[in-house]
């Protein structure tokens, strides 16, 4: 039987290239594995456990703190160089007692119990980081891992997707308790695939520090500009979550059937387009797919602001988990392209703890004065959207987008002015 993927590689016939396509093949099958595991727990601490601790009755500031506990958790990365994975069983090993952590919020699902969980959990996910990075940069060829982190990601939104549906429909029946045990025991049993992958020298050979990882991004021009970009739109994006949560519950009053149905739409949207930005970014490369994400992010947070009803609030959804698909195939692509293969563990640190510090911060900056009731939800989706827009322009003049769009909008206005008739001729 014919592997599914095999097509995606270029391989001549001997007995060497069949061993290497071979190896390829069965690293895919694990981290396709993983990522499954992956998806549903993000699935269930990124787009449920909000929204029930909304209901909970947690506040729009406790709100901003669970909004921030993912960055918080981030600033970890600094110190993965040293305490963290250096191994792929190593980081298995985290992200699976990471998992098992969530297990708190099934005994007692209380806002502060469902803090710690989440908090637990993207703290194991930031230790393995580094050697995330280090996986995908050694176990795909150059000119395939576009292609292949789409498979990736296809998977891992796949597996958030079934989790939604799951909660969608069998909530009212069997209540979501039940149902988030059960995808975090496969989130956890899942995330230890990787512990199998087999590739020489992938282990990371050195320890770096938190500033050797602040000056690896730092100290290259390209990183830089990249990290003021992510900053912007990453600043407004960060916040979606706890806006859209306050969103669907004080403005639409939505039903945790509703909002999971929301979350549905975003993971499906997610996994449909994963596969297209990873051939996109094969094609015109990573810059250039994170720019053109970045406006449909705008786009998506835009249309929040100004959502009447639900079915626009689902087409925002889609858009913005459209989004959020590129941002996340183009991101490890960035910085294999613009970082030394023995270095990218040290960026993957210094920029998770970068954005780590501004994810701490935007969530507060936007809730603040929702909090002190200078505007509403509406305002805080507006400030996102101007954030947003910011950093989507610094991609566009980097990857040259804003480039080929000016000339284009050049040109045509220039055939509609030729095109118009002379006062002359009126």
């Known amino acids: 039987m014919a592997w599914p993927f095999s097509s995606a590689f270029s391989v001549s016939p001997t007995v060497a290239a069949r061993a290497n396509l071979t190896a390829t093949q069965r690293n895919l099958a694990l981290d396709l594995s993983s990522a499954v595991g992956l998806g549903g727990m993000f699935a269930v601490v990124g787009v449920l456990l909000p929204s029930v601790a909304r209901r ?8 901003a703190v669970l909004a921030a506990l993912p960055f918080l958790a981030s600033l970890v990365t600094l110190f993965a160089g040293r305490i963290g994975a250096r191994t792929p069983a190593r980081m298995a090993l985290l992200r699976s007692l990471g998992a098992v952590g969530v297990l708190l919020v099934v005994i007692a699902p209380e806002p502060l119990f469902i803090a710690v969980a989440i908090l637990g959990f993207w703290m194991m996910f930031a230790l393995g980081a580094p050697m995330q990075q280090r996986i995908w940069a050694t176990i795909y060829p150059s000119r395939d891992r576009g292609r292949m982190l789409g498979y990736v ?16 429909l069998l909530a009212a029946s069997s209540g979501w308790v039940a149902i988030v045990a059960v995808v975090v025991v496969i989130g956890a049993v899942c995330s230890l695939a990787v512990s199998r992958l087999a590739a020489p020298g992938i282990d990371i050979d050195h320890r770096f520090g938190a500033l050797e990882s602040i000056r690896s991004v730092t100290s290259q021009p390209m990183l830089r500009r990249i990290t003021a970009a992510q900053l912007l739109f990453g600043g407004g994006f960060v916040v979606a979550p706890a806006l859209i949560a306050m969103f669907h519950v004080d403005r639409l009053g939505l039903g945790v059937e509703e909002i999971a149905l929301a979350g549905l739409v975003s993971y499906g949207s997610t996994a449909v387009t994963f596969s297209l930005w990873g051939r996109l970014a094969g094609r015109v490369g990573a810059l250039m797919t994170i720019s053109t994400g970045a406006l449909v992010g705008v786009t998506a947070m835009a249309l929040f602001a100004l959502a009447p009803s639900l079915p626009v609030v689902l087409v925002a959804t889609m858009l913005l988990g459209a989004s959020g698909a590129a941002v996340d195939t183009a991101w490890p692509l960035l910085i294999a392209d613009h970082a030394p293969a023995e270095r990218q563990g040290e960026v993957a640190a210094g ?38 827009a910011a950093g989507a322009v610094i991609y566009a003049r980097i990857s040259g987008l804003w480039r080929i769009v000016s000339t284009r909008a050049a040109v045509v206005l220039g055939q509609r002015v030729q095109r118009r008739p002379a006062i002359s001729e009126i």
């Not at 909970?56 to 709100?63: C, H, K, P, R």
């Not at 990601?153 to 969608?168: K, W």
């Not at 701490?360 to 507006?382: E, H, K, Q």
């Open 56 to 63: 909970e009755g947690l506040d729009s500031v406790g709100l």
């Open 153 to 168: 990601g296809t998977a891992r939104s796949a597996a958030g997707t079934a989790a939604l549906l799951a909660i969608t």
């Open 351 to 388: 920029l998770n703890a970068i954005m780590g510090v501004r994810g701490l911060l935007a969530p507060f900056v936007v809730m603040a004065p929702i909090f002190a009731g200078v505007t509403d939800v509406t305002g805080g989706l507006l400030i996102s959207v101007a954030s947003m």
